[in-house]
């Protein structure tokens, strides 16, 4: 069976969906929804096959011409396409954030009902090929029982956008949701403990500043130090840079026990590196009994590896989604309550960096 698929939403995002969609066995893209003319007319042009094309979302979802839909809007809409999507109980994966706020993403929650068609939410950095490696070794038990966990990204700057949507906190989230809250849900899901408590030191100090939007400066961070106390007395730290394009590694994930360090070292896309080149990912073990490392290079295949700018995530999450829908399980791996999760303590972090306090999950 054919699965048919929806965009709603068609600029940078929603053009690395359909790559990787066309690459995908039993899924097709019949439809796309757009307010924006060329963005629209753009991707309809990558799609393998016959697609119709909406000005906008309700209209797609009125010519019933999909079995799944991908939301790929700017952040600030998801609540309201959600809404809609819910009524049309079909398979929804929803890029991450899920919403701009705790408050829309717990509306979401509560809408949702027994028998409602299952939202999975595009996180998918879980599905990086040297992060999985990763989760493998740790729920192997290689190093031990983990009690701390950092993510260093050091990348380039946020793209240009349609109507520069991701230039303000009041359509993202913040840095700290809109980009961050990968690696909040990274860091919940690999140490299987909710976080308590956040302190965030962070900044807008070198991307943007010289634009300017009907007279307004952009007001997005583009560097951080964030540091999360989990139930468990696990610890995890993000160390963020928005302004390192040319740096080897764009991610450094690292988990650390009494028995050894794992890393994960994911490049970034190859247009942003020092080749222009695709870089090949890998995994560390550094042994802290034996003082042994262990390095093992991660192959991608090369034409995932260009469908997108994640490093083959997009590639492997849409696998997964498919598989869901194509087995009729209800559970999506990456649920409405992760997405919540991870909204809240991205919220926790953008509240804790403008007031200089620790903050509470309970509290917010």
């Known amino acids: 069976m054919t699965i048919r698929y929806g965009l709603i939403g068609s600029g940078m995002m929603g053009q690395e969906h359909i790559r990787n969609l066309n690459l995908l066995e039993a899924a097709q893209v019949v439809a796309i929804a757009d307010p924006d003319d060329g963005m629209r007319n753009l991707s309809a042009e990558l799609v ?18 999909c079995d799944a839909y991908v939301v790929v809007a700017p952040n600030d809409t998801h609540h309201k396409i959600l809404i809609d999507l819910l009524d049309a109980n079909k398979p929804v994966l929803c890029e991450k954030p899920l919403c701009t706020t705790a408050q829309d993403c717990r509306d979401i929650l509560t809408r949702m009902t027994e028998g409602s068609a299952p939202v999975w939410v595009a996180m998918e950095y879980r599905y990086m090929p040297p992060v999985q490696r990763l989760i493998h070794e740790v729920q192997a038990g290689t190093a031990g029982p983990a009690r701390m966990m950092s993510i260093r990204e050091h990348r380039f700057p946020f793209l240009p956008k349609i109507g520069v949507w991701n230039r303000f906190n009041e359509r993202t989230g913040g840095t700290l949701v809109e980009k961050c809250c990968h690696f909040w849900d990274l860091m919940r899901l690999v140490l299987n403990s909710d976080p308590v408590r956040v ?61 050894a360090r794992v890393d994960a070292c994911v490049p970034g ?58 087995d009729g399980r209800s559970e999506p791996e990456v649920s409405v309550e992760d997405g ?25």
């Not at 999360?228 to 394009?245: K, N, P, T, V, Y």
Request: with cysteine; proline share 3%.
């Open 48 to 65: 393998d096959g016959p697609v119709t094309t909406f000005s906008n979302h309700r209209d797609l979802l009125s010519a019933d011409l």
């Open 199 to 259: 302190y965030a030191s962070a900044s807008a100090d070198v991307n943007h500043q010289q634009e300017r939007y009907d007279g307004r400066v952009p007001d997005i961070i583009d560097n951080a130090f964030v540091t999360i106390d989990f139930e468990s007395g696990q610890r995890g730290m993000l160390d963020l840079c928005m302004f390192a394009e040319g740096s080897k590694w764009q991610e450094v994930i690292s988990v650390t026990g009494p028995k």
């Open 269 to 326: 896309p190859a247009r942003f590196s020092r080749d222009g080149k695709e870089q090949m990912s890998k995994l560390v073990i550094s042994d802290r009994v034996s003082k042994l490392e262990q390095v093992e290079p991660v192959e991608v295949d090369e034409t995932i590896l260009q469908a997108g700018d994640h490093h083959g995530s997009s590639y492997f999450q849409h696998v997964k989604f498919r598989d869901m829908i194509r």
């Open 340 to 364: 919540l999760w991870s909204v809240r303590v991205g919220e926790a972090a953008e509240l804790s960096a403008k007031t200089g306090r620790a903050i509470a999950l309970d509290d917010v």
